[in-house]
């Protein structure tokens, strides 16, 4: 989320760009941003210490300054979506150089997805079920009492 969003500012198109350099990142890199710290921890470092993620390995330096600017602190320094588009087709212009761009090292390999995907797992393994069950029975509470 943009910091705007995470304070309940007022907002307009520049939060859909900051959402789109984060899931671009999220791409390039095969991560979750802010894997390592609780949502509320994301959320100060966002807007208190303008945390962002960390440049992906092997991405371009014109992509990462992208991903910047589109995240930046302040809505109003953010391009536009039709600076973002020329901004992109330019770099793709220099990359290919009239050839197919091979990506494959931006990529996640099938073996790292099966990794990440395992390691999800086991955390979502680890969660307690007490929290899961208290909520069902708090439901099912609620709906007696509505008989």
């Given at each position: 989320?943009?910091?705007?969003?995470?304070?309940?500012?007022?907002?307009?198109s520049?939060?859909?760009?900051?959402?789109?350099?984060?899931?671009?990142?999220?791409?390039?890199?095969?991560?979750?941003?802010?894997?390592?710290?609780?949502?509320?921890?994301?959320?100060?470092?966002?807007?208190?210490?303008?945390?962002?993620?960390?440049?992906?390995?092997?991405?371009?330096?014109?992509l990462?300054?992208?991903?910047?600017?589109?995240?930046h602190?302040?809505?109003?320094?953010?391009?536009?979506?039709?600076?973002?588009?020329?901004?992109?087709?330019?770099?793709?212009?220099?990359?290919?150089?009239?050839?197919?761009?091979?990506?494959?090292?931006?990529?996640?390999?099938?073996?790292?997805?099966?990794?990440?995907?395992?390691?999800?797992?086991?955390?979502?393994?680890?969660?307690?079920?007490?929290?899961?069950?208290?909520?069902?029975?708090?439901?099912?509470?609620?709906?007696?009492?509505?008989?």
């Open positions: 989320m943009s910091p705007e969003v995470i304070e309940h500012r007022a907002y307009g520049p939060v859909d760009v900051y959402s789109f350099a984060i899931t671009l990142w999220e791409l390039l890199s095969g991560k979750v941003p802010y894997a390592h710290l609780t949502p509320l921890q994301a959320a100060v470092g966002v807007v208190q210490k303008g945390l962002r993620p960390d440049v992906p390995p092997g991405c371009p330096l014109d990462y300054k992208l991903l910047e600017d589109c995240w602190g302040d809505p109003e320094m953010r391009p536009d979506f039709s600076s973002v588009t020329q901004r992109m087709q330019q770099m793709y212009k220099t990359l290919s150089k009239g050839q197919p761009v091979d990506l494959s090292e931006l990529t996640m390999t099938a073996a790292q997805q099966a990794s990440a995907a395992a390691a999800e797992k086991a955390k979502v393994e680890k969660k307690p079920e007490k929290s899961k069950t208290a909520f069902f029975s708090f439901s099912r509470r609620s709906q007696s009492s509505k008989s």
